[in-house]
């Protein structure tokens, strides 16, 4: 059976670790995250979502889960770049629009002509949160255009369910993925080479 199948069945009971094993999503190894910690594992939410069946069935079961909490948005915001494929998906399941942040010059903002008006209810999706550092800036360009934040989604949090973000949180699946500072990486001292998830580019070995 190939794996393309193998997922649509899986889906059946939306077993999230499972595709992520099944994608090659969880990874193991040394990781450099974007919050500046080390892990020794990384999940690369865009091998699962690759497959556009099953990223259009995750969004749809992240986004009843969204309404589920008394979410009713008008629109989907992510971060990019990793939350852009779940957000839009959710955004589809829902019937509404989706738009991205990026940093320009550092900052979190609204580029390509996205706006959000006054009011406008918005929900803020990641693929993955681990520190929830993004979300938490794309949260507040939501609140500097007016908008609203009704609640926050991801396919994964990293913290075992201990994210908070002051407005309700809805997660497909939770992992406990220990992350390291820099001078008390275990794997560092070990000379494990460290590798930047994405560029596969190895800073240390």
Known sequence: MNILLRIMVDMATLD???LLQETGALLE??????????????????????FPTVA????????????ALGARP???VAPAIGGILIAHEVARALGVRCVFTEREQGVMTLRRGFTLNAGERACVVEDV????????????????????VLAVGAIIDRRGGQSDFGRPFAALIKLTIPTYAPPDCPLCRADVPLVKPGSRTFISG
């Open 56 to 67: 259009g069935q995750v969004g749809a079961a992240l986004g009843e889960r969204l309404e």
């Open 129 to 148: 949160v681990t520190t929830g550092g993004s979300t938490r800036e794309t949260m507040a360009v939501v609140t500097r255009c007016g908008a609203q």
């Open 29 to 50: 190894g040394h990781f450099l995250l974007s919050s500046g910690l080390h892990s020794p594992q990384y999940v690369q939410c865009a091998r699962l979502l690759q």
């Open 16 to 18: 999230v670790y499972r």
């Open 74 to 76: 008008q629109v989907i």
